[in-house]
Protein backbone atom coordinates (compact mmCIF):
# COMPACT_ATOMS: atom_id res chain seq x y z
CA UNK A 1 0.00 0.00 0.00
CA UNK A 2 1.34 3.30 -1.42
CA UNK A 3 1.76 5.96 1.23
CA UNK A 4 0.54 9.72 -0.14
CA UNK A 5 2.24 12.90 1.26
CA UNK A 6 -0.95 13.30 3.48
CA UNK A 7 -1.00 10.21 5.50
CA UNK A 8 3.13 11.28 5.71
CA UNK A 9 2.75 14.31 7.22
CA UNK A 10 -0.26 13.52 9.34
CA UNK A 11 1.60 10.60 10.78
CA UNK A 12 4.18 13.09 11.69
CA UNK A 13 1.84 16.18 13.36
CA UNK A 14 0.41 13.12 15.46
CA UNK A 15 3.50 11.89 16.75
CA UNK A 16 4.60 15.63 17.64
CA UNK A 17 1.19 16.51 19.39
CA UNK A 18 0.17 13.65 21.02
CA UNK A 19 3.78 12.36 21.84
CA UNK A 20 3.13 14.67 25.29
CA UNK A 21 -0.70 14.06 25.96
CA UNK A 22 -0.61 9.99 25.78
CA UNK A 23 0.86 6.48 22.86
CA UNK A 24 1.89 7.82 19.38
CA UNK A 25 -0.61 6.14 16.43
CA UNK A 26 1.46 3.14 15.16
CA UNK A 27 1.07 0.94 12.05
CA UNK A 28 -0.35 -2.28 11.33
CA UNK A 29 1.18 -4.96 9.58
CA UNK A 30 0.75 -3.76 5.99
CA UNK A 31 2.13 -0.49 6.83
CA UNK A 32 -1.47 1.13 6.51
CA UNK A 33 -1.29 4.70 8.00
CA UNK A 34 -3.65 4.49 10.57
CA UNK A 35 -4.99 7.20 13.77
CA UNK A 36 -5.51 6.13 17.70
CA UNK A 37 -8.75 7.72 18.93
CA UNK A 38 -10.37 8.40 22.59
CA UNK A 39 -12.42 5.49 23.13
CA UNK A 40 -16.15 5.23 24.54
CA UNK A 41 -17.36 8.13 26.99
CA UNK A 42 -16.69 7.35 30.44
CA UNK A 43 -18.58 8.06 33.55
CA UNK A 44 -21.80 7.78 34.27
CA UNK A 45 -23.40 5.51 31.95
CA UNK A 46 -26.67 7.37 30.52
CA UNK A 47 -28.12 6.31 27.62
CA UNK A 48 -25.88 5.40 24.42
CA UNK A 49 -22.38 5.26 26.73
CA UNK A 50 -23.27 1.06 26.28
CA UNK A 51 -22.33 1.43 22.79
CA UNK A 52 -19.06 1.98 20.45
CA UNK A 53 -18.89 2.56 16.52
CA UNK A 54 -16.56 -0.04 15.52
CA UNK A 55 -16.51 -0.39 12.08
CA UNK A 56 -17.86 1.33 9.03
CA UNK A 57 -18.99 -0.28 5.72
CA UNK A 58 -18.24 2.66 2.35
CA UNK A 59 -19.90 3.87 -0.19
CA UNK A 60 -24.03 4.08 -1.21
CA UNK A 61 -25.12 0.03 0.77
CA UNK A 62 -22.69 1.05 3.79
CA UNK A 63 -23.33 0.55 7.02
CA UNK A 64 -22.64 1.57 10.74
CA UNK A 65 -21.65 -1.67 13.95
CA UNK A 66 -22.41 -0.04 16.64
CA UNK A 67 -20.82 -2.76 19.40
CA UNK A 68 -22.55 -3.31 23.05
CA UNK A 69 -19.21 -3.05 25.15
CA UNK A 70 -20.78 -3.51 28.33
CA UNK A 71 -21.67 -6.64 30.62
CA UNK A 72 -25.16 -5.97 30.24
CA UNK A 73 -27.79 -6.54 27.68
CA UNK A 74 -28.73 -2.47 26.07
CA UNK A 75 -30.92 -0.56 23.99
CA UNK A 76 -30.77 1.20 21.10
CA UNK A 77 -34.11 3.38 21.86
CA UNK A 78 -33.99 6.84 21.70
CA UNK A 79 -29.99 7.06 19.97
CA UNK A 80 -29.35 8.52 17.04
CA UNK A 81 -26.14 7.99 14.47
CA UNK A 82 -25.51 11.51 12.50
CA UNK A 83 -23.80 12.50 9.30
CA UNK A 84 -23.51 15.72 9.36
CA UNK A 85 -26.83 17.11 10.27
CA UNK A 86 -28.36 14.20 8.64
CA UNK A 87 -29.59 11.91 11.67
CA UNK A 88 -31.51 8.80 11.33
CA UNK A 89 -33.39 7.78 14.91
CA UNK A 90 -32.02 3.89 16.01
CA UNK A 91 -34.97 1.06 16.21
CA UNK A 92 -35.83 -0.16 20.02
CA UNK A 93 -33.63 -3.14 19.65
CA UNK A 94 -32.27 -4.74 23.11
CA UNK A 95 -28.20 -5.56 22.10
CA UNK A 96 -27.03 -8.53 24.05
CA UNK A 97 -23.68 -7.36 26.14
CA UNK A 98 -20.40 -7.96 23.62
CA UNK A 99 -22.40 -8.19 20.69
CA UNK A 100 -22.46 -5.67 17.50
CA UNK A 101 -25.51 -4.91 15.24
CA UNK A 102 -24.96 -3.20 11.88
CA UNK A 103 -27.53 0.01 10.37
CA UNK A 104 -27.52 -0.44 6.95
CA UNK A 105 -27.34 2.71 4.44
CA UNK A 106 -28.95 0.31 1.87
CA UNK A 107 -30.61 -2.68 2.09
CA UNK A 108 -28.63 -4.56 3.89
CA UNK A 109 -28.46 -7.20 1.84
CA UNK A 110 -25.35 -9.49 2.63
CA UNK A 111 -24.86 -8.34 6.12
CA UNK A 112 -25.18 -10.20 9.33
CA UNK A 113 -27.04 -8.70 12.63
CA UNK A 114 -29.15 -5.87 10.78
CA UNK A 115 -31.24 -3.95 13.21
CA UNK A 116 -32.15 -1.07 10.79
CA UNK A 117 -32.00 -0.42 7.18
CA UNK A 118 -32.29 2.14 4.82
CA UNK A 119 -30.62 4.68 7.14
CA UNK A 120 -30.99 8.08 6.23
CA UNK A 121 -27.24 9.24 6.86
CA UNK A 122 -26.64 9.66 3.12
CA UNK A 123 -24.05 8.13 1.66
CA UNK A 124 -21.12 7.16 3.36
CA UNK A 125 -18.34 8.54 0.93
CA UNK A 126 -14.87 6.62 1.06
CA UNK A 127 -13.08 9.86 0.43
CA UNK A 128 -14.41 11.61 3.77
CA UNK A 129 -17.46 11.79 6.26
CA UNK A 130 -18.33 11.30 9.86
CA UNK A 131 -20.66 9.60 11.88
CA UNK A 132 -21.71 10.34 15.46
CA UNK A 133 -23.96 8.64 18.02
CA UNK A 134 -26.10 10.76 20.05
CA UNK A 135 -28.71 10.66 22.46
CA UNK A 136 -30.77 13.85 20.64
CA UNK A 137 -32.09 13.98 17.38
CA UNK A 138 -30.11 17.75 17.38
CA UNK A 139 -27.10 17.34 16.39
CA UNK A 140 -25.93 20.18 17.96
CA UNK A 141 -27.02 19.62 21.05
CA UNK A 142 -23.43 19.94 23.26
CA UNK A 143 -24.19 17.03 25.55
CA UNK A 144 -25.84 14.69 23.55
CA UNK A 145 -22.58 12.89 21.63
CA UNK A 146 -21.20 9.61 23.10
CA UNK A 147 -19.79 8.20 20.38
CA UNK A 148 -17.58 9.53 16.91
CA UNK A 149 -15.67 9.37 14.18
CA UNK A 150 -14.38 11.12 11.03
CA UNK A 151 -12.13 9.98 8.31
CA UNK A 152 -10.38 11.04 5.36
CA UNK A 153 -10.35 14.66 6.03
CA UNK A 154 -10.88 17.17 9.15
CA UNK A 155 -13.08 19.19 10.42
CA UNK A 156 -16.39 18.07 9.65
CA UNK A 157 -20.12 19.19 10.75
CA UNK A 158 -19.40 17.58 14.15
CA UNK A 159 -15.62 17.78 14.52
CA UNK A 160 -16.07 20.40 16.95
CA UNK A 161 -18.66 19.01 19.56
CA UNK A 162 -16.56 15.38 19.67
CA UNK A 163 -13.50 17.51 20.36
CA UNK A 164 -14.89 19.60 23.24
CA UNK A 165 -16.86 16.53 24.59
CA UNK A 166 -13.14 14.73 24.40
CA UNK A 167 -14.19 12.23 21.65
CA UNK A 168 -11.89 12.97 19.32
CA UNK A 169 -8.47 14.45 19.29
CA UNK A 170 -7.73 18.52 17.15
CA UNK A 171 -6.52 17.67 13.73
CA UNK A 172 -7.09 13.88 13.91
CA UNK A 173 -8.99 11.97 11.47
CA UNK A 174 -9.11 8.08 10.61
CA UNK A 175 -7.24 7.53 7.33
CA UNK A 176 -9.04 6.89 3.75
CA UNK A 177 -8.89 6.71 0.44
CA UNK A 178 -10.87 7.00 -2.60
CA UNK A 179 -11.09 3.27 -3.06
CA UNK A 180 -12.06 2.21 0.30
CA UNK A 181 -14.50 -0.10 1.15
CA UNK A 182 -14.41 -0.27 5.09
CA UNK A 183 -13.13 1.26 8.01
CA UNK A 184 -12.45 -0.64 11.14
CA UNK A 185 -10.87 0.01 15.03
CA UNK A 186 -8.15 -2.53 16.12
CA UNK A 187 -9.36 -3.46 19.42
CA UNK A 188 -5.77 -4.21 20.68
CA UNK A 189 -4.66 -0.81 19.76
CA UNK A 190 -7.59 1.55 19.17
CA UNK A 191 -6.11 2.50 15.89
CA UNK A 192 -8.57 2.64 12.96
CA UNK A 193 -7.44 1.53 9.51
CA UNK A 194 -9.24 0.64 6.00
CA UNK A 195 -9.62 -1.94 3.60
CA UNK A 196 -8.98 -1.78 -0.65
CA UNK A 197 -10.38 -4.11 -2.86
Excluded at 20 to 28: A, F, Q
Excluded at 107 to 128: C, F, I, M, N, Q
Amino acid sequence: MKYTLTYIILGFYLLITTSCTGPSPTENVANAPSISTPGPAKGSLGTGAYFAINEVGLGANGFVALTNFTDQPANLAGLYLCQGFNCFELPDVTVAAGETVRIAVGDGAGLEDVVASHATLGDLRPSDGEIAMLNSQNPKDPKAMFAYLQWGSTPHDLTQIAIDNGLWVQGGYGPSSDIATRLFRVPETGLWLFDEP
